[in-house]
Structure formats: C-alpha cells, structure tokens
C-alpha cells in the first residue's frame, strides 16, 4: 500500500498537509482507495517519535495569529516568573495546525503516542461560538475515531469565538492605540452585546449560524475582511445596529491595526503582563501558566 500526498510538500511530520492525503492499495495491478487515517500515515511514511521531537512539550494551535500570541505571551509568563529568556522558542514546540478537523493534527498526536515516550503536550482551540462542553466531546470523538486518545485536560476550549476578542478591551486598545476610551468601551460593549445575542439564536435554533460565523466574528472589528464598503455598511447597520460613533471608532482601530506588520507583536509590546491580566487576555494566561509551570517541572 502506499500512501499519494496530492500537492504537497512534507520536510517533517509536523509541517502542515496542504491537500488532501490518499492512501491507494495496488494489488495484482487492482488500485482501491483505502480509508486514510493517522495510523496509515505513520506506518507507511515510517515516522518515529525521535524524528520529530526536539522540544520538551508540544502546543497544537490553530493558525499563524494563534501562534504569534500563544509564543509571545508563554515568553512573557517565563519571564516573570523567572525561568529564563524565549522559553517557548528552547522548550515547547507551538504547531499550528489550520484547524482541527485536518489529518495532520491527528498523525501529529498519534506520533506523540508511540514508544515508550510520552511528550506532554495540549491542544489550544477557539470555541467559534459553540459550547466550551461540546467542543470538547467533539474533538476528543474526533481522536478516537483516528486512533488518537485525547484527555479532556489537555484540551484547552476558549470560551471567546477567536483570539481577537481578546483585544476587544477598551482599556488596552485604549493604552496601545491612544483611541478615546469612552467611544472604544461603547464599541466594545455593543460587539459583545450583539455577538451574544446572535449566539444564543443560533444555540436556540432561531438564527442562522453561516450569518453568525461570517457577521460576528471578532475579525471584523480588526479588518474589513477584503469585503467591500457598501457590504461592510450593511453588515455594520444590520447586525450592529451601528451608529457613527462605533463606526468612526472601529475605523480608527483598523487603520492602527494595520498600520503595524506585526500587530499582536506591537500590541503585547505595549502592555505589562498584570495588565492583560486585568482583561479577558486571563483567561489564556492562566492556561499558558499551566503549561509553562508543568514544562519547568520536568525540566528539574
């Protein structure tokens, strides 16, 4: 049997599967499709934990924002606590992974699984507005059904749909950007406001979800989306209710935003560990405190 990786270019198991992977068994020159799972990849590409593994723990994540942040702030929390400079960069291996229903998060998880070594390592996901609970189920149903048993502890489900609601806090982007404090509170407020309503349509059947995920992600107070003006302005009156204010404000943060080629470098720069504490950004501290306490422990 051997496994046809279309259109894509794999250095190491952990780089990212960019199309779909096949795996084709040829018998007596009669070629079948075979289901394709984490098992099958490994076996027949031959990966071993030793390949791979350089790092003292793993942290799954979703795309390249995730990363930036999760990096950033786990130097951030070493640091404070005293156990030394870029602590991510020596000590934990941060592998985004495009979403968790790709394959190559699971043949990832799987290989961590092999041998007689047992590298910790933990899952980092947004909720995208669903259940923390479900989500959970999800992925760890997920698992299992690729071979790959996943602990509730090491799933780590953010209660925000996306990380950009975590900056979604007039005090910081007050402090980073110098935007009027009070106009950037009455458009945070009303983006979770109206975030929540929608939300619980959705949870209660009486919404729709495709217009919730487009319409009410935390992105778009960062970005117009590549979607027209016009498209914007309907978004922002319909589902916002939006006035001039939050619009003139939300403006002014997007052009702040993108005046930075590394925003959430830039942004963190500007801010104290005890004051991201202060905000939503707690809740994601303390998970990346947990696992940088738990990877300095095993260091001893």
Known sequence: MNCWLAHCIICSPFHKFYSNVHCVNKERGVTTLVDTTAETIINELGIQTSDILNKNAVVF???????????ELIDKIAKNKGYGENFAGQEIDIIQTDGFDKMS?????????KDAVRTPFWVITDSDGENVDD???FLIDKGSSNGVR?????????????IESYFLDHTLINTVFAIELEAV?????????KYEEERLKVQRNQGSKRNFQQNLKPKIMFSNL??????I????????DADEEFKNTRTALIQQWEQRAEPINYFLEKITLDQLKESKMT??????????????????
Not at 105 to 113: C, E, M, S, T, W
Not at 185 to 193: A, E, G, I, N, V
């Open 105 to 113: 998060f699971y043949a990832n998880a799987k290989i961590l699984h």
């Open 150 to 162: 996943l602990f509730s502890e090491q799933l780590k489900v953010l209660t925000e749909y996306a």
């Open 135 to 137: 989500r959970i189920r």
């Open 61 to 71: 994540v979703e795309g390249k924002d995730d990363y930036i942040l999760f990096k």
């Open 283 to 300: 809740e994601i501290i303390s998970i990346l405190e947990e696992i940088v306490d738990t990877v300095q422990n095993n260091r001893r």
């Open 185 to 193: 509170q009455k458009m945070c407020d009303r983006y979770f406001l």
């Open 233 to 240: 302005e309907h978004i922002l009156t319909t589902y916002y």
């Open 226 to 231: 590549g979607k027209q003006q016009a498209h």
